[in-house]
């Protein structure tokens, strides 16, 4: 991992269970800059401050884990995916309970925002200096994932269901919040017709 100044022990949490109906083909292994939406966020936040990637699969698990490159990460299966992200973020957050894993916080982050950039996972997980600290990507409609939740949430995030996400966790603490701008965050790839845009745009 890279960061000389690395201060906080932070968990890296890939979301990426969903069955991606509109697109009606494996989102999460759509071509990416020769690679695929999955492995390219997986091979940022490698390169990131993260001390570790959970990467959190459920629909389509067996086609996904064979194309991902599995090296130094740890795959969770969420066989109750079909009920909404929340799940997949409780799978996670009762895993990291469950082996005892130290961590100040834990990013939260999806396969579909490829244009997300490594910086910007620096400036996350570099700012979550406090254990009650929530930091969130901020844009011109809101704020939102990717977020670096302190460990004073864990058990909040552990206990989301069906389809109420990290979002929920955010408005429940927004006294606790800091943001950092980044416009990218905003875009995320939920159609077909999006995705070649910005395939043919800044994914080749």
């Known amino acids: 991992m890279s960061g ?8 890296a949490v890939v979301l990426a269970a969903g069955a991606s109906s509109r697109m009606q083909e494996i989102k999460q292994l759509l071509p990416w800059k020769k690679t695929n939406l999955l492995n390219h966020v997986i091979g940022q936040l490698k390169s990131s401050d993260a001390s570790h990637i959970y990467v959190v699969i459920g629909a389509n698990q067996d086609e996904i884990f064979s194309e991902i490159d599995t090296t130094n990460i740890t ?9 909404g992200m929340g799940t997949s973020i409780s799978v996670a957050a009762s895993h990291i309970e469950k082996i005892s894993a130290q961590y100040d916080g834990l990013l939260l982050t999806t396969s579909d ?11 996350l997980i570099n700012s979550s200096i406090n254990h009650d600290r929530i930091v969130a990507c901020s844009y011109a409609k809101g704020f939102g994932i990717p977020a670096v939740f302190g ?3 864990f058990t909040e995030l552990k206990s989301l269901g069906e389809d109420i996400g990290a979002k929920s966790v955010i408005k429940n603490h927004l006294n606790h919040l800091v ?6 965050a905003e875009f995320d790839l939920d159609t077909k017709e999006v995705y070649d845009k910005y395939h043919n745009i800044y994914g080749r």
């Open 75 to 83: 795959v969770l299966v969420n066989e109750d995916w079909s009920l």
């Open 151 to 153: 460990k004073a949430y």
């Open 4 to 11: 000389a100044n690395f201060t906080s022990n932070i968990g």
């Open 113 to 123: 925002q490829p244009l997300i950039e490594l910086n910007t996972y620096n400036k």
């Open 179 to 184: 943001l950092i701008e980044d416009p990218q």
